[in-house]
T-cell receptor, first 111, second 115 residues
Framework: GEDVEQSLFLSVREGDSSVINCTYTDSSSTYLYWYKQEPGAGLQLLTYIFSNMDMKQDQRLTVLLNKKDKHLSLRIADTQTGDSAIYFCAENGGGADGLTFGKGTHLIIQP | EAEVAQSPRYKITEKSQAVAFWCDPISGHATLYWYRQILGQGPELLVQFQDESVVDDSQLPKDRFSAERLKGVDSTLKIQPAELGDSAMYLC?????????????FGSGTRLTVV
């Protein structure tokens, strides 16, 4: 079945760039998404990328997609304490089904 | 900004009791999803509606879970009887249409604790 893998933790210093990585198995994915979840809250859509693109930039966020390797990354420039959260990678499997999520990466900000 | 409304925010119930969660999607969103998120995991799809019809409930434990969206607007997810392993966050999401680049707007969730 479909699988999305992420590392569980990432620790960065405030002001540095954070890079969160994700790999997926479903080659028919049409869209890939990054969601942010703060403690006790629902999921907030950060950004998404269409599978025929290899890069998308939105202010401090840069998404890179390597479709050949099925690898997705999210770069957060100038990481701030407010960026501390769990970041989920998700893909839509190319069909009308719901999303398949990874287990999430806890982003920890060091002062 | 339009939101997906969910209630209650928190629910504590004893095992073997019945529990229900409610979701009101963004107005005009035809597709509605219920996800379950166990602590430390990503959300997993339970059921998907297109208007009032169930599109996918293959991951819904039908012996105890039921979901309905009678008028194609708001939706209810029910568990009867609740088990200890059902403790989780239950998230509702909606989108204009399935397979869309709009993403899926999530509600704040209902955190269920079964004791």
């Amino acid at each position: 079945g479909e699988d999305v893998e992420q590392s569980l933790f990432l620790s960065v210093r405030e002001g540095d760039s954070s890079v969160i990585n994700c790999t997926y198995t479903d080659s028919s994915s049409t869209y890939l998404y990054w969601y942010k979840q703060e403690p006790g809250a629902g999921l907030q859509l950060l950004t998404y990328i269409f599978s025929n693109m290899d890069m998308k930039q939105d202010q401090r966020l840069t998404v890179l997609l390597n479709k050949k390797d099925k690898h997705l990354s999210l770069r957060i420039a100038d990481t701030q304490t407010g960026d501390s959260a769990i970041y989920f990678c998700a893909e839509n499997g190319g069909g009308a089904d719901g999303l398949t999520f990874g287990k999430g990466t806890h982003l920890i900000i060091q002062p | 900004e339009a939101e997906v409304a969910q209630s209650p925010r928190y629910k504590i119930t004893e095992k073997s009791q019945a529990v229900a969660f409610w979701c009101d999607p963004i107005s005009g969103h035809a597709t509605l999803y219920w996800y379950r998120q166990i602590l430390g995991q990503g959300p997993e799809l339970l059921v998907q509606f297109q208007d009032e019809s169930v599109v996918d409930d293959s991951q819904l434990p039908k012996d105890r879970f039921s979901a309905e969206r009678l008028k194609g607007v708001d939706s209810t997810l029910k568990i009867q009887p609740a088990e200890l392993g059902d403790s989780a966050m239950y998230l509702c999401a909606s989108s204009l249409a399935a397979s869309t680049n709009y993403g899926y707007t999530f509600g704040s969730g209902t955190r269920l604790t079964v004791v």
